[in-house]
């Protein structure tokens, strides 16, 4: 599929340009390739085919390919080589430079010191390329073929996760306090409920609150039913043995349910008002994970937001996401009870 960004947007709208060199601070001071564990490559998410052009045609030519295919970038081949690269950032660059800029050719103003990346490469790695070389675009290889172009634009649309909250470190706190609430219909000894801060009386800043349970084949078939979710990578071995996973995984939205378990611990009546969620790695079937979230800002009238986190059994982060919710008085009839729970670290 062509690429579809006009080249009209990039004017219009330069802070968002993906041309060649990238925006100042667009990559976060620490790119982090290893933290995309989710199996995702270049090709996946790159932009294809790639239109392809000689240096000898003239500026005008391009300019009208550009328009009339809605693309925003042309690679510039010679004798089958790659020889360069003209975006729109180069088209305006020259405009302000050349004084008949329609009949020059390409290879006056092109850019010629282009960044490959082969196709198969995980997505983390483009970043990492995208970071060290400060630009916004690769050309994408396949062996001898150029097979795509793959930008920030394209990462930031498809994997927003690696441009998330890199600097969490889960540290369990040394002392938990339990709670039981009459508001949640029942409770199971096989789910671990903790929290920290919270009070009978409010939500607050720095209230927290976790969520641990193990996801079992019997969760996984019923959430299928429940849901209508029947993807055969969640339901059947040999066919999820063929799949990029090599097994069966956890539904994504089943792991971000434990979210929602652990919201239903918060003192009063919690309403999401809208949630924004990264999946970073596949959840295992049997797997024990955590859901933790946090209170983070209150913007008044009952409103508050969360980061929402779940955590797998070594430590990393499987999920990651933040939450607004409205916290209402819960009816009369429910009571909270609290009892002091030995810390992890004691167990």
Known sequence: MAEVRHPVNDLIDSERSVSTPCRVGFFPSRVDAAHMAFPIRVTDVMSS?????????????????CHEEGIGSLVVVENGELAGLVTNEDFVRFLGEATTPKDRPLHEFMTT???????????GDAVERMFENDIARLV???????????????????????????????????????????????????????????????VSVGDRVEFTKTITEADVR????????????????????DTRFGRR?????????????????????????????????????????????EVIEEYGRNKFQLTTDVIGADGDRVLEGQAAVLVDEPPETATVEFESIPSRSDS
Request: one cysteine or more; glycine letters at 6%.
């Open 49 to 65: 085919p790639v239109r392809t052009i000689r240096p000898d045609a003239t500026a005008a030519e391009a300019a009208t390919t």
């Open 222 to 241: 019923a959430f299928a039913t429940a849901s209508g979710d029947t993807n055969r990578l969640h339901l059947d071995e040999s066919y999820a043995r």
């Open 249 to 293: 995984i956890v539904h994504g939205t089943l792991v971000s349910g434990l979210i929602s378990a652990a919201l239903a611990r918060l003192p009063g009546v919690t309403i999401y008002v809208s949630a924004d969620l990264s999946f970073l790695s596949p959840v295992d079937i049997g797997d024990r994970v955590t859901a933790v979230c």
């Open 140 to 202: 994408v290889e396949d062996g001898d073929e150029l097979v795509g172009l793959v930008s920030t634009d394209d990462v930031v649309r498809y994997v927003p996760q690696i441009f998330q909250r890199h600097e969490f470190d889960y540290s369990p706190p040394a002392q938990f306090r339990y709670r039981v609430r009459r508001d949640t219909a029942y409770e199971s000894p096989e789910w671990e409920v903790e929290s920290v801060g919270l009070s009978d009386e409010r």
């Open 113 to 123: 010191e282009v960044v490959t990346i082969t196709a198969d490469a995980p997505i």
